[in-house]
C-alpha cells in the first residue's frame, strides 16, 4: 500500500509536464490573439491592432461578389482624407462597394498582408488606390524599417509561410529576435495592451460598449479624429529659412508639431540617407504588392494625399530625391494619378495638424478622387 | 545572453535534454563546454582569463595537498589566494579609473576559486584530481554571471552523482518551478519597480518627498526581487543539469535585526564571508573580547561592501552596516532582557525590529545604489529632507509606471518576508490544478505582464 502510495507521488516525466504546459499555453495564446479575438472583443478600436484586426475580420466575411468593390489602402493620411460615407451619400448610384482598408500608424509593410489576407484569389478587387506620402520620398516621423508596432498591428494577420520573410524585413538580430518571439508567442505582442485593460478595466469596458454601441464593428463607420474641425489657417512660413511667420492657434500639441516640421527635428544631416532608406522600404512592400497583383485584372492606383500645409523646409524632397515612379516595376495594370491633382489641397486651411487634412479638406479631397473613382469606372480615363 | 531571454531559456532545455541522451562519461565535458560556450557570448578574452585563472588554481590546489610542509602549504595558499585577489582589485580599479569592462562574474568565480584553496589547505582530500570536472566548478554556467557562490566539496559530490545517474524528475521539475518562479519575480516585479525608479531618477529634485521616500524604500525591495528571480533562475537551471547551488535568500525582509538580516540576505556571500575571513579573524583575535568582535565584523563588512566595487560608495555602505551589526550584536543581551521576557514583547519587540531593519537596509543602499559620492549625497539630502524637494507626484509619471509600483511593492515585501501562507496555498491549489496548467498559466503571464523596457540584473555587473 505504502510503495503504491509512493508511486502514485511519482513525478510526471518532466518533458511532458514541461511539453503540456507550452502546448497549453500556445493554444490560449494562439485562441486568443492569432484569431483576432483579444483585438476585436477587448481591445476594441483602441488601437491601430483592433482596427486592422477588426477591419479584416469584417472584410473577408462580407464580401461583394463580380469584382464590384474598391479598395482604399493607406494610413491616418488617407484615412481622414476619404471619406466613403460621404461618398455613397453623393453618388448613391455608384455602383462599387467602396472597402475602405485605412489604419493610423500603417505603412506598405502592413497593407501588403492586409491585401494578401483579404484577397487571396487576386480578384476580389476592381481597382485597389493606395496612398503614397509623396512620390518622390521624403524623410518624414516614419519610423521605418524597424518599427515593432507595425510588426504588431498586422501580427495576426502574417501567415506561417511568410514569417521568415517578414522577420528578415527587420534589421538587425535583435529586432528580428524581438519579432520571431511575437510571431511564435502573440500574447506578448499585446502585452502593455493587457496591461492597460488590468489596469482601467472599467474604462475599458466602457470604451469596448461605447464601440459596440456606436459602430457594430462595421468598419466604414469609423469616426475621424474629433479635432478635424481644427484649421491651420493663418500659419504661413518662410520657405527659404524655414522661419514661422504665423502661428494662429493656440494649442501646444499642434504648435509642437508644426514646429517640428519646421526645425532640425527630422536629422536634417542625414537627410539623403533617411530618403535612400523610405525610398527602399517603400519600393521593396509597394514591389510586393505589385508582384501579387502580377497578370490580375485588378488595377493598381498610387495616389499621393495632400501632406504639407507649407513646403516645411526639412520634409519637402530635395531635388534629387528618390521617385518611386522610376523605381516600381513597370506593369500594364499600374498607374500613378497625378499629383498635381490634389496640390491645390496642400495649404494650411485644410490641415488640422502638419500631416493630416481638416473636415474642410476632407470634404474636397472625397469630392476630388469620387470624380476620378466615376469617371475612371465609366471608361473616361485610366 | 541574458537568463530572461526566450532564447537562452530555450537553448538551456534544449541542453539539458541532451544532457540525459548523453553517455555519463561525457557530461562533465560536456556541461564545461556548453559553460565556455555561454561564456564565450559574453567575451572571448575574458573567457581566456577564466579558463587561466582555473587552470592555475587547479595547479596551485594540486601542490598544497602534494607538499608536506605547512610552511609550503602556506607559500602555494598566499600565492593563490594573493593571485585572485589582485586580479580582482586590478580589474575593479580598471573599471573605476579607466572605465574598463568588467569580466563577467569574475568577482563570483574569484571567490568560488579561493573557497577551493582554503579548503584543500584544511584538507588535502577536497583536492580534485579530474581537471575537467575542477574547471567546471568556477566556470558552471548558471552560476557564473552572480552565483550563488557554491562550495568546492558540495560541488564536486553533486558533479560526480549526477554524472553517473539518471535523471531525477523530481529535481527537474523542482529546477522549472525555481526558473517560472525566478522569471515571474524579475520580470513582472523587479522590472516595474526599476521602471518607477527610473522615472524619479530622471529627475529627483522635482518629486515631492513622499515620492522620494517611497522610491528609497522601492529600491530594496527591488534589488531583492531582481537578485532572488536571478537566483533562483540560476538554481533552477542548475538542476536541470542535476546540480544544486545553495539558496541566497531565506525572507530577508522577515529578519527583526540587521545581523540576521545578513544571514537571509545574499546567504552564499555572507557565509563564505563568516567562514574563510569572519570565523578564522575571530579565532586570532579571541582574546581582544568586544574588540575583537567589533574588528572582525567590520573587515568583513567593509569586505562584502568593496567586493562590489573599490569605491567609495561602496566602502561607505560596509562601514555602515560594520556600525548596524556592531551595535546589534553588543546590545543583543540587553534586548533579551528588555523584549524577551514575555511573548507580548517578544512580539513588540518583533514589530519594532522589522521595520528598522529594512530602515537601516534602505539608508545603506542609499550608498550602494549610487556610483558617486556626490550622487549619494543628493538622494541623501532629498530622503532627509535637506535639499528642498519638488512638487511633483505621482502625475509625473506615465501611468502605466505608476499604477502598479504598489501592488509590486507589497508583492516584493511578501515572498521578501518569506511568502507566509504561499506554500500551503500551493499545496492546495496543487490538489486541483494539475501542475502543467500551473506551468502554463504562469507562462501566459510572463508573455503577457512583462514590460517592453526590462533592464539587466543588477548583481550582473558584479
Redesign the interface.
Known amino acids: 500500500m505504502a510503495s503504491s502510495n509512493a508511486a502514485s507521488r ?9 511539453a ?6 500556445i493554444f ?2 494562439e485562441a486568443a490573439f492569432r484569431t483576432g479575438w483579444y483585438q476585436a472583443k477587448v481591445s476594441v478600436f483602441s488601437s491601430s491592432p483592433s482596427t486592422l484586426l477588426t477591419m479584416s475580420r469584417w472584410e473577408q466575411s462580407h464580401v461583394t461578389p463580380g469584382m464590384r468593390e474598391i479598395a482604399i489602402i493607406g494610413n491616418s493620411q488617407l484615412d481622414e482624407a476619404f471619406y466613403p460615407p460621404a461618398f455613397t451619400q453623393q453618388n448613391p448610384n455608384f455602383p462599387y462597394h467602396i472597402v475602405r482598408l485605412t489604419a493610423p500608424g500603417t505603412w506598405p509593410r502592413s497593407w501588403y498582408y492586409l491585401l494578401k489576407s483579404l484577397d487571396p484569389t487576386r480578384r476580389r478587387f476592381k481597382e485597389i488606390l493606395v496612398s503614397s506620402d509623396g512620390y518622390k520620398v521624403i524623410q518624414d516621423y516614419r519610423p521605418l524599417p524597424d518599427d515593432f508596432q507595425e510588426a504588431v498591428n498586422i501580427l495576426p494577420l502574417v501567415p506561417i509561410s511568410d514569417w521568415l520573410e517578414f522577420i528578415e524585413s527587420y534589421p538587425g538580430w535583435q529586432n528580428r ?1 524581438k519579432i520571431a ?1 511575437i510571431l511564435l ?1 502573440p ?2 505582442a ?3 495592451d ?3 485593460v ?2 482601467h478595466p472599467k474604462i475599458r469596458l466602457s470604451e469596448y460598449g461605447d464601440a459596440y454601441d456606436k459602430y457594430h464593428f462595421q468598419p466604414w463607420k469609423f469616426e475621424i479624429n474629433d479635432s478635424v474641425n481644427v484649421s491651420l489657417a493663418g500659419f504661413a512660413m518662410d520657405p527659404k529659412t524655414c522661419k514661422v511667420l504665423a502661428m494662429p492657434l493656440d494649442d501646444p500639441s499642434i504648435e509642437g508639431g508644426l514646429l517640428a516640421a519646421t526645425t532640425n527635428f527630422y536629422n536634417h544631416d542625414q537627410r539623403e540617407e533617411n530618403e535612400r532608406r523610405n525610398a527602399d522600404f517603400d519600393v521593396f512592400w509597394y514591389t510586393k504588392i505589385l508582384q501579387m497583383y502580377q497578370g490580375s485584372p485588378t488595377k493598381i492606383i498610387f495616389l499621393q494625399v495632400p501632406n504639407m500645409p507649407a513646403p516645411f523646409c526639412n520634409m519637402a524632397p530635395l531635388p534629387d530625391a528618390p521617385d518611386i515612379r522610376d523605381e516600381l516595376p513597370k506593369m500594364p495594370n499600374l498607374s500613378f494619378l497625378d499629383p498635381v491633382m490634389f496640390a491645390k489641397l496642400n495649404q494650411p486651411q485644410y490641415f488640422r495638424d502638419e500631416i493630416h487634412l481638416n473636415l474642410q479638406g476632407q470634404s474636397l479631397f472625397t469630392a476630388e478622387l469620387g470624380d476620378y473613382l466615376i469617371k475612371s469606372l465609366s471608361g473616361g480615363q485610366s | 545572453m541574458s537568463f530572461v531571454s526566450i532564447l537562452f531559456l530555450l537553448a538551456a532545455g534544449a541542453a539539458a535534454c541532451l544532457h540525459y541522451a548523453l553517455p555519463a562519461r561525457f557530461r562533465v565535458a560536456y556541461l564545461l563546454a556548453l559553460s565556455y560556450g555561454f561564456y564565450a557570448t559574453w567575451s572571448l578574452p575574458y573567457l581566456a582569463l577564466l579558463l587561466a585563472a582555473s587552470a592555475l588554481v587547479y595547479l596551485a590546489g594540486q601542490r598544497i595537498a602534494a607538499v608536506p610542509g605547512e610552511g609550503q602549504k602556506k607559500l602555494f595558499l598566499g600565492a593563490g589566494i594573493g593571485g585572485l585577489l589582485a586580479l580582482v582589485i586590478a580589474f575593479k580599479l580598471a573599471g573605476e579609473i579607466r572605465g574598463m569592462l568588467f569580466p563577467l562574474g569574475l568577482s563570483y568565480y574569484s571567490f568560488k576559486l579561493i573557497a577551493y584553496l582554503v579548503e584543500v589547505y584544511w584538507d588535502d582530500s577536497v583536492c580534485e584530481p579530474d581537471f575537467w570536472a575542477f574547471m567546471l566548478y568556477p566556470a558552471f554556467f548558471p552560476q557564473i554571471v552572480s552565483g550563488p557562490i557554491q562550495r568546492p566539496l558540495e560541488f564536486f559530490t553533486q558533479l560526480r552523482r549526477q554524472a553517473m545517474a539518471r535523471a531525477d524528475y523530481a529535481q527537474i521539475e523542482a529546477g522549472m518551478r525555481l526558473i517560472l518562479g525566478g522569471l515571474m519575480l524579475k520580470l513582472l516585479i523587479a522590472d516595474r519597480l526599476n521602471a518607477f525608479i527610473a522615472a524619479v531618477e530622471l529627475q529627483p529634485a522635482s518629486y515631492n518627498h513622499q515620492i522620494i521616500l517611497l522610491e528609497a524604500c522601492c529600491f530594496t525591495l527591488q534589488l531583492y526581487a531582481d537578485f532572488a528571480g536571478y537566483t533562483n533562475i540560476a538554481i533552477g537551471i542548475g538542476k536541470l543539469f542535476g546540480i544544486t547551488a545553495p539558496p541566497n535568500f531565506a525572507a530577508p525582509f522577515a529578519a527583526s535585526n540587521i545581523q540576521e538580516m545578513w544571514r537571509r540576505w545574499h546567504m552564499s556571500l555572507t557565509s563564505w564571508v563568516t567562514d574563510y575571513l569572519f570565523m578564522p579573524l575571530q579565532m586570532a583575535l579571541r582574546g581582544l573580547g568586544h574588540v575583537s568582535t567589533i574588528l572582525c565584523i567590520t573587515i568583513s563588512m567593509v569586505v562584502i561592501g568593496l567586493w562590489h566595487g573599490l569605491t567609495c560608495n561602496f566602502l561607505v555602505f560596509g562601514l555602515c552596516h560594520a556600525v548596524f551589526v556592531s551595535a546589534t550584536a553588543l546590545t543583543a543581551k540587553l534586548r533579551r532582557r528588555i523584549f524577551g521576557i514575555h511573548v507580548v514583547t517578544r512580539v513588540i519587540g518583533y514589530g519594532i525590529g522589522v521595520p528598522l531593519t529594512f530602515v537601516a537596509m534602505t539608508f545603506s543602499q542609499l550608498f550602494w545604489r549610487t556610483v558617486t559620492w556626490a550622487n549619494a549625497m543628493q538622494h541623501i539630502n532629498l530622503v532627509f529632507g535637506r535639499t528642498p524637494c519638488g512638487t511633483l507626484g505621482w502625475e509625473g509619471m506615465r501611468t502605466e509606471v505608476a499604477e502598479p509600483v504598489m501592488i509590486c511593492m507589497a508583492l516584493a515585501a511578501y515572498f521578501g518576508a518569506g511568502a507566509p501562507g504561499l506554500r500551503w496555498l500551493a499545496g492546495r491549489i496543487g490538489l486541483i490544478v494539475p501542475a502543467w496548467v500551473q506551468y502554463g498559466l504562469a507562462l501566459l503571464l510572463i508573455s503577457t505582464l512583462t514590460i517592453e523596457a526590462g533592464s539587466s540584473f543588477i548583481y550582473g555587473q558584479f
Open positions: 511519482q513525478p510526471r516525466h518532466p518533458l511532458l509536464t514541461c503540456l504546459a507550452v502546448l497549453l499555453f490560449i495564446d529576435l518571439t508567442f500574447s506578448h499585446y502585452a502593455a493587457i496591461q492597460d488590468i489596469l
